[in-house]
């Protein structure tokens, strides 16, 4: 299996711009996906194929994604923004799904 | 409303077995490929275990592989997850997910896009 690296903890001030990072080496072959969890939910997905969002989802959120490092980029962050967010791609093998450890971000 | 609704979750003893279900609803359940994952107190989401959308293709972690098996039944809009000789360290929310599948021209790439509320295994004595 593959390992995908995040950062543990990340703040920004309320309207500021934020980016989370999840780096792995089998991003340069798929794609990454990111969730939000806020606590007690389950997660929701925010962007898919590198920088698409779902329907209804806030622009405020994109994605990027650069040689084995992807990102999540929250420009104009929001109270309600704050949560834990997972990147995740298919692993190596292309047959499985490997999550990163998880980014807890804190609007202040 | 799409949706994904887990049921089966509860107090089992270490070494005893429990199953998982999840029903979906809103989509056409048999054309997606489905996912188990899960999450332990406190900890971060692990995937558990792939199925597909004809039950051909079936992948597990290898945490659970030769304990658990997944299944479905696409008549019954239903997804399943038989756990067997748990261990404290199963003790976690269990999450049923759909993955879509996205394509632009000729790319395509596929996510979790759709998740349950979660029903909660906790291995205990």
């Known amino acids: 299996s593959s390992e995908l690296t995040q950062d543990p903890a990340v703040s920004v001030a309320l309207g500021q711009t934020v980016r989370i990072t999840c780096q792995g080496d089998?991003?340069?072959?798929?794609?990454a996906s990111w969730y939000q969890q806020k606590p007690g939910q389950a997660p929701v997905l925010v962007i898919f194929?590198?920088?698409s969002r779902p329907s209804g989802l806030p622009d405020r959120f994109s994605g990027s994604s650069s040689g084995n490092t992807a990102s999540l980029t929250i420009t104009g962050a929001q109270a309600e923004d704050e949560a834990d967010y997972y990147c995740?791609?298919?692993?190596?093998?292309?047959?499985?799904?490997?999550f990163g450890g998880g980014t807890k971000l804190t609007v202040l | 409303e799409v949706q994904l609704v887990e049921s089966g979750g509860g107090l089992v003893r270490p070494g005893g077995s429990r199953r998982l279900s999840c029903v979906g609803s809103?989509?056409?359940?048999?054309?997606?490929?489905m996912n188990w994952v899960r999450q332990a107190p406190g900890k971060g989401l692990e995937w558990v275990a792939y199925?597909?959308?004809?039950?051909?293709?079936?992948f597990y972690a290898d945490s659970v592989k030769g304990r658990f098996t997944v299944s479905r039944d696409n008549a019954k809009n239903s997804l399943y997850l038989q756990m067997n000789s748990l261990r404290a360290e199963d003790t976690a929310v269990f999450y049923c997910?759909?993955?879509?599948?996205?394509?632009?021209?000729?790319?395509?790439?596929?996510?979790?896009?759709?998740w349950g509320q979660g029903t909660m295994v906790t291995v205990s004595s």
């Open positions: 997910t759909r993955q879509g599948l996205y394509c632009t021209g000729s790319t395509c790439s596929d996510a979790l896009d759709i």
């Open positions: 809103g989509f056409s359940f048999s054309n997606y490929n």
């Open positions: 199925i597909g959308s004809g039950s051909g293709s079936i």
């Open positions: 089998n991003l340069r072959n798929f794609f």
């Open positions: 194929d590198k920088n």
């Open positions: 995740s791609s298919r692993d190596s093998s292309g047959n499985e799904w490997v």
